[in-house]
């Protein structure tokens, strides 16, 4: 009976680079399958905690250190539309504009907490910004609590220097606002329901990349690590 004898690298700069594409690419792999998980469960959270009753001011003054996103709050008070925030660079349905947030001084609330108003579109320049509906009265409001945008800061917000309002600003960050507003928000924001009449554009949207998407990259990811595989395989099987 004839042994097999065991493949022999002939080109070991070539091999070893093969290896280090292959464990870069299979780590992509499983990093988007983490991301599919961590979805999962956004999205899982989200769909329990929506069926719950809406906080009430109370709710959220005896909650402070518990995980209050994506539940539903129900609050009475007043805008403050003297101190409206513009986030810049929202894109809505292929229309470039800005996400509107206005403070809202809830009854009973221990801080003002921040009302995302949703999308409205820049117009014709950026040297002016657009005109917000002032809601004015008593209101009652039922929305998502979340926390704010997440972003990447990449230098100075040169637009806090500025204190004409509305204000318009790069990302949402409650603890640099805060001097601009003469108070510290609420560190939830409130999303309207989008049938408020104070509201603009507005979609409760969990996630902006669903599970099913990140499960798709990570099989292409590893399909590539398979490919390189068998590449590496039989450039190494011919040159035997």
Known sequence: MQQKMPMKIKNWKLALLAVCFITFLTSLGFWQLARAKQKTLLLRSFAERIQHPPLTSSDLNQQKERDLR????????????????????????????????????????????????????????????????????????????????????????????????????????????????????????????????????????IVSVGPERHLGYAVQWFALALTLLIISIVLNHRQT
Do not use: C
């Open 70 to 205: 994506f539940y539903r709050a129900s609050l009475s008070g007043h805008f403050d539309n003297q101190h409206t925030l513009l986030l810049d660079n929202k894109i809505y349905q292929r229309q470039v504009g800005y996400e509107v947030f206005t403070p809202f001084m809830a009854d009973g609330l221990s801080t003002p907490i921040l009302i995302d108003r949703g999308f409205i579109p820049m117009g014709d320049s950026r040297d002016h910004l657009p005109v917000i509906q002032a809601i004015t009265g008593q209101v009652t409001l039922v929305g998502l609590l979340n926390l704010p945008p997440a972003y990447v800061a990449l230098g100075q917000a040169t637009e806090l220097s500025s204190t004409h309002w509305p204000l318009r600003v790069e990302f949402i960050n409650l603890t640099t606002l805060s001097p601009f507003l003469a108070f510290q928000p609420f560190h939830y924001l409130l999303s309207l329901d989008p049938k408020n009449p104070a509201a603009y554009a507005l979609e409760w949207k």
